[in-house]
Each structure stands twice: as structure tokens, then as C-alpha cells.
């Protein structure tokens, strides 16, 4: 990768210090893939429009006007407020990308080629650049052009119309699952393109991305069932059309358990522990597609056994047995889970505005290189005077742009 610079995030380290990324994209897809480069060391140049910020600032949850959202998504990232739509801003904007690894951006197809920060354009400046561009339907077809949002792809994909119970409507998730899988490849598609970069010692390239494609990928083998054999998903509820058992089951003291059983062996034992031994002895129990045709059957014993008992009887008698169960949790016992804790899954980073703020931490543990927090989400500007600066913009000129709107 390339080599730190001297001028990136403070305190920075991870696999992926020294690699420099202008995040010019909103909401979550885009603005999620830099959050997880930046959790690994990345520098992230987090660019907005100096007025409006990025819209995730008022997404979801707040306190006193600030929002929680963004403290997450937002942060290991130095925030500057840049017009790119003025001739200026874009001219500061390329000023950035000489010294760049990495543009993200999420703007509808045509709209940098409109301001004069096309591929193209940002090549003659570095061609090193690795431009990934994270729209809804991909940067051709017939739909490229359309205005798009998570819930498209999650309708769109399978998803919806295989989630739900079977006499109920198709169900969408409450939060956004599509965008959050594209975020999470974005950032995988984002390292992989600077690795055949740095290890074949050639220029950048373009990452098209569309968010319906993450998500009809892990939903497995739809497209392949409908051509060869005609199947379309229908809605099973809490059923797998897997394996069972696997549904949601409640407790005599009104408390909900998950349970699970993908391999025959635990599936067996499921039995054995309930009582109906003799169901795990038919020949139709030996095969996940078998257990599905008799999934009725193999509810009832265990969604009876289960009511019949306390939560935590049953956590225990299943861990005894070695049958796979969880309670299904709250955030609240999300948070106080053992293992949670253990693991530090989720932790708390000083906030000017908050103080300690809980979030969820880095994604994934390296031995030798692990990534941090190094700060929560800054507010639109903060780092704007420190960055052009960097790039050699003397303050005169740094408050003539403050002046025309330019930069914030």
C-alpha cells in the first residue's frame, strides 16, 4: 500500500494507515465503506456541502439536536465543507486527489462528469485514483439513471417478498439492511482495487457498484432454483426452507428463544431433548429438506416443550445438550451479554458534544494490526482550514471561498 503521509489522521494505525480516502458520498452505502476503511487506519477526507452536511446528520435517533447516527458513520474522518458544484470547489477537490488513493462517491450517474470530476478527469490528476461509485442500479442499464434508496433493492431483490408470515404482506427491514451490505462490499471492493494496484504496479480503475447487487447475492441460490427448477421463495415466517427445527419459540415466563438446527446431529439431539426421540429415528429426519416437509410436526413438539418451561430452564437444558439456542434480545440485553463484553463488541469513545458515546467497534480483530477509533463524527467544517492547508491554500485565499459559500 502506499506509504503514510505525514498530514493524515493523528493517531492512525491499522492495515490500512497510510491509504488516503476523499469520501464524497451521503447517507449510508458510501459514507459506511469509508467508516470501515477508517476503522482500519485509512485517512478519511470526509467532504460535504458546506451547508447541508451529509443528510445522515439527521437521520435516525438524536440528542439535543445532535445526531447519534453520525457520531458512528462519521467518525475517524476529518470533515471539510467543500461545493463541489462550484468551479473553485472543484478545483480545491482535485487538488485533493493528487495526493488521494481513494474516492468514494454515491451521486446519481452523470453528476461528476457534470461538474467536471469524471473518472476521466480525475485520472489526468492521479492515475493511481481508485474511483468506486455506490448508486442504487450501477452506473449503466436502463435504470441507472432512476433516483434510488435501500428499500428499492430490498423490494427488488427477493428479499421483501420472501420475508414475513405466509398469509401476511411482504416485509421490508426497519432498518437498512441493503445499504449495509453494500457499505460493508464497498469497502471490501475498495481494497481489493488498491491491492491489484499496489502488487501489479498499475493505475487506479473504476469500482460500479449497485446496491441491489450485494443483497441478491447472500440470498443464495434463487436464481440458480428458478432455472433449473422452476421454484420461487414464498414467505415461511421465522421457518428456513433449509432445515428445521428453526423458528422463534416463547417461554413460559413470556421470553423468546431462536433455535436453530442446520446440522442433523444438533437437529437430533433438538429431539431427543424435547422428548420425541422418534421423530429423529424416521428417514425423512436424516436430510434438511426432509425436516422442512415435516416442519409442522417438529414445531409443535418443540414449541410445546419450550412454553411448558422457564427462559432459563430451557438456555440451560439446550446448552446442556449441546442444541443450538439463543434468547432473542433488546439492545439492552445486546449490551450486557457476556460474550458482547467480552469481545468488546460494543464500546464507548469521548464525544466533545456527548461525552462518552456507545457504538459498535471495530468489525473485525487483527493480531498484529488493529484498527481504532480515533474520534467520533466532527461536524460539517471541522477540519476544512487544517486540510486546505495541507494542500498549500493560504488563509487569505481559505476565507475569500468562506465568503462565496465555497467552503465551510
Known amino acids: 500500500m502506499t506509504t503514510p503521509s505525514t498530514n493524515g489522521e493523528p493517531g492512525a494505525s491499522g492495515p490500512l494507515a497510510g491509504v488516503r480516502v476523499l469520501d464524497i458520498s ?44 453520525w457520531k458512528m458513520v462519521g467518525r475517524n474522518k476529518r470533515c471539510v465543507g467543500l461545493k463541489l458544484s ?17 474516492v468514494i462517491e454515491n451521486f446519481r450517474p452523470g453528476t461528476l462528469e457534470r461538474w467536471g470530476l469524471g473518472y476521466d478527469r480525475l485520472r489526468e490528476i492521479n492515475p493511481k485514483i481508485v474511483l468506486v461509485r455506490v448508486t442504487g442500479f450501477g ?12 428499500t428499492l433493492a430490498e423490494a427488488m431483490s427477493g428479499f421483501a417478498a420472501m420475508t414475513g408470515e405466509p398469509d401476511g404482506p411482504p416485509t421490508l427491514p426497519p432498518f437498512g439492511l441493503a445499504d449495509g451490505i453494500a457499505g460493508i462490499t464497498a469497502a471490501y471492493a475498495t481494497v481489493a482495487a488498491l491491492y491489484h494496484r499496489d502488487t501489479t504496479s498499475s493505475d487506479g480503475q473504476v469500482v460500479d457498484l449497485a446496491i441491489l447487487e450485494p443483497l441478491v447475492t447472500v440470498l ?15 414467505r415461511r415466517g421465522n421457518r428456513s426452507e433449509n432445515n428445521a427445527p428453526r423458528n422463534t419459540y416463547r ?3 413470556g ?20 422428548g420425541r426421540a422418534d421423530l429423529a429415528e424416521q428417514d425423512w429426519f436424516s436430510s434438511g429438506s426432509g425436516r422442512v416437509e415435516h416442519a409442522d410436526e417438529i414445531d409443535s413438539a418443540v414449541s410445546t416443550w419450550v412454553a411448558e418451561r422457564s427462559h432459563a430452564d430451557v438456555v440451560a437444558s439446550f446448552e446442556e445438550a449441546q442444541a443450538a439456542i439463543a434468547t432473542v434480545y433488546e439492545i439492552d440485553d445486546l449490551m450486557a ?3 458482547v463484553r467480552a469481545r468488546q463488541m460494543i464500546t464507548e469513545v469521548d464525544d466533545d458534544e456527548l461525552g462518552p458515546v456507545a457504538m459498535q467497534n471495530v468489525i473485525c480483530r487483527f493480531s498484529d494490526t488493529p484498527g481504532s477509533i480515533r474520534h467520533t463524527g ?31
Open 251 to 253: 417461554t413460559a415466563d
Open 86 to 102: 462550484d468551479p473553485d470547489g472543484a478545483g480545491v477537490f482535485l487538488d485533493m486527489v493528487r495526493d488521494a488513493d481513494v
Open 26 to 69: 451521503t447517507v449510508y452505502a458510501g459514507p459506511l465503506g469509508a467508516q470501515l476503511l477508517g476503522d482500519l487506519g485509512a485517512d478519511i477526507v470526509k467532504i460535504e456541502h458546506p451547508d447541508r452536511g451529509d443528510p445522515l446528520r439527521t437521520h435516525g435517533p438524536s440528542k439535543d439536536g445532535i445526531g447519534l447516527w
Open 139 to 150: 452506473q449503466e442499464g436502463p435504470y441507472a439513471t432512476r433516483p434510488a434508496f435501500g
Open 255 to 274: 421470553k423468546w428463544v431462536a433455535v436453530s438446527a442446520s446440522a442433523t446431529p444438533v437437529a437430533e439431539r433438538v429431539m431427543r431433548l424435547v
Open 220 to 234: 443464495g441460490p434463487q436464481p440458480s432454483a428458478y432455472q433449473q427448477l422452476g421454484e420461487i421463495p414464498a
Open 337 to 339: 451479554d457476556p460474550q
Open 378 to 408: 466532527r461536524a460539517v467544517g471541522a477540519d476544512t482550514d487544517d486540510v486546505l492547508a495541507s494542500l498549500g491554500v493560504d488563509a487569505e485565499r481559505i476565507v475569500e471561498l468562506r465568503e462565496r459559500g465555497v467552503v465551510g
